[in-house]
């Protein structure tokens, strides 16, 4: 069952523009990640929110999360052509203890090309 | 050099066969999984185990197995009763804690002639 849904499904920018995209889910988490995956690879973590965490940067990435929409956005500012990849949001649903249930759920992801 | 390495990294299959898919890590993770990718669909669990001797299934373990007899390994079969097995099949692990952030393979991709 999918649990995120990425948005939008591919984006296509130049070199040097911000590229966002979005994700939504359905259910209580205890964190949300994103990750990159280029083609034909395994797939990378970026970066991790926990769900009492509003907003993470890490370098050129920046990730908002609000639990009361159930979304999450994924910024990459200043694209560079190396930036062409997939990205997924997976969500790691809250156990009914609180805490990780120790599976992702992975969102269907968005393909973005940057052009030079 | 820690990871996690998935062989063969493309696999041909002939109708009726089993297959089987390695993976192996070298990261002591206790947790490990196997996801099956499709285009346009990204990734779904097929199966899991979270310590040795114990896995569970995933949203899609019909015409799968696994076993997990030592910590470093979890092989995937793709059986026969599995009818559409082409796809990108990734394998990953974890050390579970509190965020669970997982460590990817390179993948295989698994074609049925």
């Known amino acids: 069952s999918q649990q995120g849904e990425e948005d939008p499904q591919a984006l296509s920018i130049q070199e040097g523009e911000n590229a966002t995209m979005n994700c939504s889910y359905k259910t209580s988490i205890n964190n949300l990640q994103w990750y990159r995956q280029n083609s034909g690879r395994g797939l990378v973590h970026l970066i991790l929110?926990?769900?009492?965490?509003r907003e993470k940067h890490s370098g050129r990435l920046r990730v908002t999360l609000d639990t009361s929409k159930k979304s999450s956005s994924l910024l990459i500012t200043a694209s560079r052509a190396a930036d062409t990849a997939s990205y997924f949001c997976?969500?790691?649903?809250?156990?009914?203890?609180?805490?990780?249930?120790?599976?992702?759920?992975f969102g269907k992801g968005t393909l973005l090309t940057v052009n030079p | 050099d820690g990871g996690i390495t998935q062989s063969p990294k493309y696999l041909f299959r002939k109708e009726g066969q089993n297959v089987t898919l390695s993976c192996e890590q070298n990261?002591?993770?206790?947790?490990m999984y196997w996801y099956r990718q499709d285009p346009g669909q990204g990734l779904r669990l097929i199966y899991y185990s979270q310590i040795v001797n114990d896995f569970q299934k995933g949203d899609i373990a019909e015409g799968y197995s696994v076993s997990r007899e030592k910590k470093e390994s979890f092989p995937l079969t793709v059986t026969s009763a599995q009818k559409n097995p082409t796809a990108f099949y990734l394998c990953a692990s974890t050390q579970r804690g509190a965020y669970n952030e997982q460590f990817f393979g390179p993948g295989t991709r698994l074609t049925v002639l």
């Open positions: 929110i926990r769900s009492n965490e």
């Open positions: 997976a969500t790691d649903r809250a156990s009914p203890s609180g805490g990780s249930n120790y599976k992702l759920t």
């Open positions: 990261l002591n993770h206790d947790a």
